[in-house]
């Protein structure tokens, strides 16, 4: 058989070719798209390196994949902790965070090794203490990696498990079974794709107290025409602490600053605040960018300090941007929770969006406000997807062209409007 018949066959030409063939074609195909993956990956890496809120309005790099190529949550997190893994972090204030597995992003652009082998390494990689010297870290993935070359993720989890008995004999260090003493403590974190959290340990009343708040707003959402709540139990509880704040900090009943609500301070030029460039200042937190200080100020308490050229205070606005209880409760008549397509986050999980921003001169009326979750009213605000209001009065969304190019807008159909 000729060179030419080894190239790719159409469904109805294959019965023509021998079984060494076909084998060999199918061994060829798998490393193709091994290749295509680790290509994939890298772009990812380097939208994620830019600012992946800035490049595609997404808060994490697992919330792009999800929403771009129409994956389940596990699957998304799955490629995206590969991206982090096997390619530099964003730099925060320095260099880029080096990559945890660069020996396997290598094996992986041979297309030599795929994803159930990649997990396996990078996750015994992950369990390996930061005490270990990196000439010894580097050493046992080669070890791993070349192991790959002809084994599947369960022989490698295998030698993982050795691997991991050689490097760090003791193990984890034994649990506190006496918890009663613990002294509370709060830690606030970056994350390396550039997120950031919490880290917390918790007196026994203190974590009794949060989570008997929490559980009620952390309960799946009741099913939609028979789509269930695809949400995780972490995914629940974070989108639970999220509300859980921002109700505490909306509240007048709660002690605040200099004997007013607890606001937030946001501080930028007057010049960078009109051309909607350059970054704010946010109290407590530090520089944020310009489009993030607008997302605060679209529905929070927020008072605005302005600054002129040479920094002195031009205007104190007042918080005349957040929606009345009337405006509310016509929104959620109208939108019965996130109006974004697809979302099923209910109205008190929600906030009122201004369709024609505040500078713009978009004022607070109904027919420019528009009921969004958290993460829709992020992405609204940082990536190319548009909405207004359709002639009927409904909210409608239209997407970037890069996922739609025929422009078709779209709707939320998933809440039943009364």
């Known amino acids: 058989m000729s060179s030419d018949d080894a190239s790719p066959k159409t469904t109805t030409e294959w019965w023509r070719v021998d079984t060494a063939t076909l084998h060999a074609r199918k061994q060829e195909l798998e490393v193709l798209k091994r290749q295509l993956d680790a290509e994939q990956n890298a772009i990812l890496a380097e939208i994620n390196s830019r600012g992946i809120r800035g490049c595609s309005g997404h808060s994490t790099l697992a919330g792009l994949i999800l929403e771009d190529f129409l994956v389940s949550d596990k699957e998304a997190a799955a490629r995206a902790d590969r991206v982090l893994a096997l390619h530099p972090g964003p730099s925060i204030g ?4 080096p990559p945890l597995a660069p020996l396997t992003a290598e094996a992986a652009a041979e297309g030599a090794i795929g994803g159930g082998q990649i997990d396996a390494i990078i996750k015994t990689l992950a369990r390996i203490p930061s005490t270990v010297p990196d000439k010894d870290v580097r050493a046992g993935e080669k070890i791993l990696v070349e192991l790959a070359r002809h084994a599947g993720p369960r022989q490698i989890a295998r030698a993982g498990r050795r691997l991991l008995d050689k490097l760090d004999p003791d193990g984890k260090q034994p ?18 794709d550039g ?5 917390a340990r918790l007196d026994l009343e203190t974590y009794a107290r949060l989570k008997s708040d929490l559980d009620p707003m952390a309960k799946p959402h009741k099913a939609i025409d028979g789509i269930r709540d695809a949400r995780t139990q972490d995914e629940r509880y974070g989108d639970a602490f999220t509300d859980y704040v921002r109700l505490k900090t909306t509240s ?42 607008r997302i605060l100020a679209c529905d929070a308490r ?29 929104l959620t008549l109208r939108d019965g929770g996130c109006a974004f397509p697809g979302c099923d986050m ?28 958290t993460k829709h009213h992020r992405l609204i605000h940082r990536s190319e997807w548009k909405v207004q209001i359709a002639q009927d009065g409904l909210p409608e969304f239209t997407p970037p062209t890069y996922l739609d190019p025929t422009g078709t807008p779209r709707r939320n159909t998933m809440h039943l409007r009364t």
């Not at 320095?94 to 965070?97: A, I, L, V």
């Not at 109205?347 to 009921?371: M, Q, S, Y």
């Open 302 to 330: 927020v008072r605005p300090g302005v600054l002129g050229t040479a920094g002195e205070p031009l205007d104190i606005g007042r918080s005349k941007r957040t929606v009345s209880l009337a405006q509310k409760y016509a």
């Open 252 to 293: 007048r009943n709660l002690p605040g600053q200099a004997g007013e609500a607890t606001h937030i301070l946001v501080t930028m030029s007057y010049d960078d605040l009109i051309r909607d460039i350059g970054e704010a200042h946010l109290d407590l937190v530090g520089p944020i960018s310009a489009t993030d200080a």
């Open 195 to 199: 997120t950031l959290g919490l880290k």
């Open 175 to 192: 649990r506190n079974e006496d918890p009663k003493d613990t002294r509370p403590e709060l830690r606030f974190i970056k994350h390396r």
């Open 346 to 373: 209910p109205v008190p999980r929600c906030t009122a969006h201004h369709i024609v921003f505040w500078r713009h001169h978009g004022e607070t009326k109904i027919d420019n406000l528009v009921l969004l979750c």
């Open 94 to 97: 320095g260099d880029p965070e």
